[in-house]
């Protein structure tokens, strides 16, 4: 079946450098997701991709979907303690209904 | 407005046991997911309803698990003989469409087996 990775599982990071986590899935996708979760809390809603070599901006967050289509990446500037948390993509292939999260990358900020 | 809800926030039951755990969606969403996730891992899809009917069940572990969605808003996931490796936290997540929509999670419930 449709399997999803990311790298770094970990990333420990200064206030203020750069983090980029990595989503590749193992078969072609329809639409990726990605979400936040905080400690404790549930997965919240940050973008959708659906193009071919998509990319999108939130403020400090850069995310793209690859041209395959396979693979998504986030990218965030200057690191802020705010941004700690897991970080998740997650794929729905073009057969199915369902999304497919993978197992998501920790961010830690140090002030 | 209300978000996504779910009860009990908390379920501690024994091995062997019966349990329902419900889901209230954001009002006027047709979609609606059920996933479990493990500590350290990422949300594991277990089934996902638009309106009344399960449009994917392929995600449920075995048949103890089985979930309804009556009028096509409350979801109930029911599992019956639980067992130790069902603890984890059951998530529910709701969208106003399909699969093109964003989810929006409820605070889950979490669920420990004896």
């Known amino acids: 079946g449709q399997q999803v990775m990311q790298i770094p599982q970990y990333q420990h990071v200064q206030e203020g450098e750069d983090f980029t986590t990595y989503c590749n899935s193992s078969?072609?996708?329809?639409?990726i997701q990605w979400y936040k979760q905080r400690p404790g809390g549930h997965p919240v809603f940050l973008i959708q991709?659906?193009?071919?070599?998509e990319v999108k901006k939130q403020k400090r967050l850069t995310f793209q979907f690859g041209e395959a289509k396979k693979n998504s990446s986030l990218h965030i500037t200057a690191t802020q303690t705010t941004d700690v948390g897991t970080y998740f993509c997650?794929?729905?292939?073009?057969?199915?209904?369902?999304?497919?999260f993978g197992p998501g990358t920790r961010l830690s900020v140090l002030p | 407005g209300a978000g996504v809800s779910q009860t009990p926030s908390n379920k501690v039951t024994e091995k062997g046991k019966y349990v329902e755990l419900r889901c209230d969606p954001i009002s006027g969403h047709t979609a609606l997911y059920w996933y479990r996730q493990s500590l350290g891992q990422g949300p594991e899809f277990l089934i996902y309803f638009q309106g009344t009917g399960a449009a994917d069940d392929s995600g449920l572990p075995n048949d103890r698990f089985f979930a309804v969605r009556p009028e096509g808003s409350v979801s109930t996931l029911k599992i019956q003989r639980t067992e130790r490796g069902d603890s984890a936290v059951y998530l529910c997540?709701?969208?106003?469409?399909?699969?093109?929509?964003?989810?929006?999670f409820g605070p889950g419930t979490r669920l420990t087996v004896l």
């Open positions: 991709l659906v193009k071919s070599g």
């Open positions: 078969t072609t996708l329809s639409n």
């Open positions: 997650a794929g729905r292939s073009n057969y199915g209904q369902n999304f497919v």
């Open positions: 997540a709701s969208s106003f469409g399909g699969a093109n929509y964003e989810q929006f």
